[in-house]
T-cell receptor, first 110, second 107 residues
Framework: DAGVTQSPTHLIKTRGQQVTLRCSPK?????VSWYQQALGQGPQFIFQ???????QRGNFPDRFSGHQFPNYSSELNVNALLLGDSALYLC?????????FGNGTRLTVT | GIQVEQSPPDLILQEGANSTLRCNFS?????LQWFHQNPWGQLINLFY???GTKQNGRLSATTVATERYSLLYISSSQTTDSGVYFC?????????FGTGTSLTVIP
């Protein structure tokens, strides 16, 4: 039973570029949430997707957008990258159940 | 949003020692989870415990929802317990994380 998988594991981008991160939820889970974790901080909620719709959004600008596909997998897109977007991006899946996190994508913006 | 405070922020233990980590939160919640983040960044579920007490091996947790706090107990600590422990709370969708307790277990 595969857990939550994220790709890529590491990514280096230049300021102003765009990036897409991918997440496949744990088998049986239909809800995907994205979190950003800056160095030394706890994860912060970006948004959650359920039934291919954004259900709730945290305090992040519109440069952060997402999508959920019919197979429940999800993408996080970040446009016009800033140095401050450098962080560990975590995907969590659930289904009226506890959150299960993937291993994350470490994004470095130079 | 819900404020989450974890204490202590840092903890250094000798292998075999016991410890208690605390999580206080500012509002009523339906969900509470404890996670262990290893040095590679993996967030590992420890407990889903919105109320009551649970035990899993050397770890146990207690949440007193009416008083808005949760405790994580680690007994007979091992070097593999090192890492950051996070408490996360929420109502329906969004989880709020504390800044974590960084635990170092020395052989």
């Amino acid at each position: 039973d595969a857990g939550v998988t994220q790709s890529p594991t590491h990514l280096i981008k230049t300021r102003g570029q765009q990036v897409t991160l991918r997440c496949s939820p744990k088998s049986g889970h239909d809800t995907v949430s994205w979190y950003q974790q800056a160095l030394g901080q706890g994860p912060q909620f970006i948004f959650q997707y359920y039934e291919e719709e954004e259900r709730q959004r945290g305090n992040f600008p519109d440069r952060f957008s997402g999508h959920q596909f019919p197979n429940y997998s999800s993408e996080l897109n970040v446009n016009a990258l800033l140095l401050g977007d450098s962080a560990l991006y975590l995907c969590a899946s659930s289904s009226n159940s506890p959150l299960h996190f993937g291993n994350g994508t470490r994004l470095t913006v130079t | 949003g819900i404020q989450v405070e974890q204490s202590p922020p840092d903890l250094i233990l000798q292998e075999g020692a016991n410890s208690t980590l605390r999580c206080n939160f500012s509002d009523s919640v339906n969900n509470l989870q404890w996670f262990h983040q290893n040095p590679w960044g993996q967030l590992i579920n420890l407990f889903y415990i919105p109320s009551g007490t649970k035990q899993n091996g050397r770890l146990s947790a207690t949440t007193v929802a009416t008083e808005r706090y949760s405790l994580l107990y680690i007994s007979s600590s091992q070097t593999t317990d090192s890492g950051v422990y996070f408490c996360a709370v929420g109502r329906v969708v969004q989880f709020y994380f504390g800044t974590g307790t960084s635990l170092t277990v020395i052989p």
